[in-house]
Each structure stands twice: as structure tokens, then as C-alpha cells.
């Protein structure tokens, strides 16, 4: 068992696309993080991510397309948010649950009516999907709480000992490097499930209503404790006196503006998780304001001990 990084030339890319035509698993990158593919209307292609994962399978896949054309061919209906929020906003970070057509597998929603579909922005996921020519389930590359990959290397240090032969096509580091926006169009008006870089300028309600709700709501696959690493993780909070001190202790510092701060998040949390020596990892709560409610959701998801991850 191993992973295999190459380089996403038009050989790798052909490659790559041909193994998931044939029910395999691809690692690729996205702007967000990067995702293991699968075809998301194969049955036994989809099981392999949560096999290789160690995913519950309660917690659904997002499936990512190339365009709205493909991802509106996914939906029993395309509701107008959905149309306004796609046309603002894909290619990008954003999700948007729908109701589902019977070609879903249902093993992607895990067994729900909805799915969640994604255009990522990423030039490699499009050519790769383009390729495929099928919707593609793509979870992020790391086993199961562990902290989401934003490099290949991540990706080979997570599943490589999980997949037998797996391709990582190495696109460098993610851009935006926290998941995506999660929003559920299926009711009178869209709901934030899961906070991304998106809420930096933009909150769906807004656009429709003012008056955005900033806690989202409950989603499946939403467990506590996700995206976490191996050590403790301490959240200071902005009132609290710094903690004591101890031998083992290091801080996790982030830039000053919030999408560096998400681009970087993943990359020194593994940094620290791996670093001998370092007991406990520490970081301050990250300034209220627009932009750091995705980085306090998940700073606080790896604070957390305990649950089931994705
Ligand atoms: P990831 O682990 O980044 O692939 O994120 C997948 C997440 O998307 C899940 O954990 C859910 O929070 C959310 N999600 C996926 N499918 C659905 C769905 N049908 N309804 C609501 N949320 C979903
Ligand atoms: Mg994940």
C-alpha cells in the first residue's frame, strides 16, 4: 500500500479520470481542501471512500460536478436560491443541498432525500470532472478525524496506508484551505449548515431577507469533534488570563486576516500534531467579525474530545 503524488499532466489527468470511470478512488485537489473521489452513481465505488476513510456512514459525501447543468441534472428541483446562489458563486466554495434523483447513490447521502453538489473553482477538480464525465462523491482525503489535507503530501501521509495504489494529483497547496459553505436551499428560504470562507462577503439570507442567522443549523455528518488533531488542543478565549505555562506547550499562531488565517489553519495544525516534544497546542480565539466564523467552527470542532468525524 501506497500513495502515489503526481504531477496533473494531461497523461495523469487521463489516467486519473479512467480510474474513476472504472469505480476506483482518485485523490485530487479542490480550492478548499483536498477531496478522494469517487463516482458518486456507482454504489461500490462510493463504500471504497468510506472503507478507506473509516467514515461513518451516516455522515453524507458532497458530489462535485463541472457545471449548474450537471449539478441541476442531480436535482429532482432547482429552486430559484439555488440558480441565484449557483450563478453568484460556482465555480467556488460553496454547497448547496437539494433534493436528490434516484441516481444518487444512496450510500452518498447516506440514505437521505437530499445531496449536497459542488463546482469547485479548482482548475485540476474541473478537468478531472470533465474527464470523468460522471459526478463525483469526494469527501475530504484524510481518514476519518483527521485534520483535512491542503497538500498532496498531506493526502499520502493520511490514506496511504489505507488505498493500494492511490493516485494524488498535486495541484500544491489549497487555496482557501477550509471546507466548503454548506447551504440547504430545500426549504422557503437557504440555511447556513456549515460556515466556509464564503460568509467573508456574502450571507445567502441576505441576498434573499435581511437579517442572517449566524449559528448554523443542524446537519448530518455534523459531529463534534472533526478536523482535529492528535494532541490536545487548547482554545483560549479572547477574556480568559493566558494559561499557565507548561513544558510541551506551543502556540498556534495565525495571520491576522481571516483567509490567511483558513489557508494556513490545516498546514500548522499537522505541523504542531507532528512536532516532538509538543504536548498540548494552544491558540487564541480568533477575533469576533466577518470572516472567522468558519476558523472559530472548526477551531472549536478540534478543541473538541470525543464523537465521530469525517
Ligand atoms: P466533507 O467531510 O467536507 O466532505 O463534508 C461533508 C459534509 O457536508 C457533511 O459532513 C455534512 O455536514 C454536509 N452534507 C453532505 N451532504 C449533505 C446533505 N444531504 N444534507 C446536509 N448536509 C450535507
Ligand atoms: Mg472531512
Known sequence: MSARIVAPTPDALAEAARILRAGGLVAFPTETVYGLGANALDD?????????????????LIVHVASEAAARALARRWPESAARLAAAHWPGPLTLVVEKTAAISDRVTAGGATV?????AHPVALELLRRADRPIAAPSAN??????????????????????????????????????????????????????????TFSPRAAGTPGSDPTPARSPGQHARHYAPRKT???????EPLPAARAGDAWLELPPQPEAAAQRLYAELRRLDAEPGVERILVREPPSGPGWDAIRDRLERAATRGGEGG
Not at 488542543?233 to 477574556?239: D, E, F, K, P, T
Open 44 to 60: 461500490e465505488a462510493v463504500q471504497r471512500i468510506f472503507d478507506a476513510k473509516g467514515r461513518p456512514a451516516t455522515n453524507p
Open 116 to 120: 449536497a453538489l459542488r463546482v469547485p
Open 143 to 200: 481518514r476519518s478525524e483527521e485534520i483535512s489535507p491542503t497538500t498532496a503530501r498531506h493526502v499520502a501521509d493520511s490514506l496511504g496506508s489505507s488505498v493500494e495504489d492511490l493516485i494524488v494529483l498535486d495541484g500544491g497547496p489549497c487555496p482557501v484551505g477550509i471546507e466548503s459553505t454548506v447551504v440547504d436551499v430545500t426549504g422557503a428560504e437557504p440555511v447556513v449548515l456549515r460556515p466556509g470562507t464564503l460568509a467573508l
Open 233 to 239: 488542543l487548547r482554545l483560549v478565549r479572547a477574556a
